[in-house]
């Protein structure tokens, strides 16, 4: 644990390579500090089918985010930082085990690259204590090839979002820089590592499922990102979501602000066929309202039982 804490002083835990020494306090652009904090740790049924089976994905949230963008349906954890409390490795462990016995599908961890560390003990030691479903690493995509040579034996499947194919976007509306390349090259490495999504049971056991939400007036860069997940592998296995819904800061940003239209995201959908991309999932537009959490208010996934 002390060796892997070393990656977070100086912070270099993400591409954003901040450099701030965390473990004595000090904090970087995702806000994270030396304690690592969580929101809701429950079972939850909204993904993709693989992943979320009949019994559902073992979900922990995590606080904050390595990533700050203005259309964010966990703003209220990853940007302004409630409802997060701490949780200690040993802890942590125990909340996974405790899905496990729940009958969750997997571990699904969301939003974890600021706290790789604290995440790579727990699992170790929910491992050494009989964790054997597989372990999701839900990221925004934003991950240095260090990190994930270290997650390697510790995660089955990758479960990354490509989100922009122009840097100015993602600058934009993540305050990122240099996202694109750091971002491909990310799913291109995670690629290398576990390989085409396997499946046992219907259920996802191993690999890597790419996620790409579709933006209201950026479908020429969705277009883009299938281009180029073709071009990496054409039998990668992608969630096309359509669930875009204006909330936190996009409500102040004209382009963002309306719901993606049904021939947009039609027009994506098509594009990705016409690839020759057959490992798609589409969403119904319908779904918008359902899959947008409001962390202050309802509670959308069940607190795991004390
Ligand atoms: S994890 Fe946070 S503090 Fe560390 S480099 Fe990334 S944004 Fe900076």
Redesign the pocket.
Known sequence: MRELLKL?SP??????????D?LSGA??????GKELLVSYIGKHHGEEPPLSGSNGSGTVFFG?C?MSCVFCQNWQISQAHRELRPITPEELAAELLRLQNEQAHNINLVSP??YAPWIIEALTLAKQSGLTIPVVYNTNGYESMEILALLAKHVDIYLPDLKYADNISAARYSQTANYVESNLAAVKFMLKQKGLLQLKNDLAVRGVIVRHLVLPSLIKESKEILTALHSLNPDISISLMSQYTPRHQAQNISALNRRLSADEYTEVVEYAAALGLENVWTQELSSQDILAPDFSAAKPFAMVDK
């Open positions: 977070a912070c270099r835990l993400c591409p954003r390579q901040c450099g701030v965390r904090r970087g652009f995702c806000q994270a904050h390595t690259t600021q």
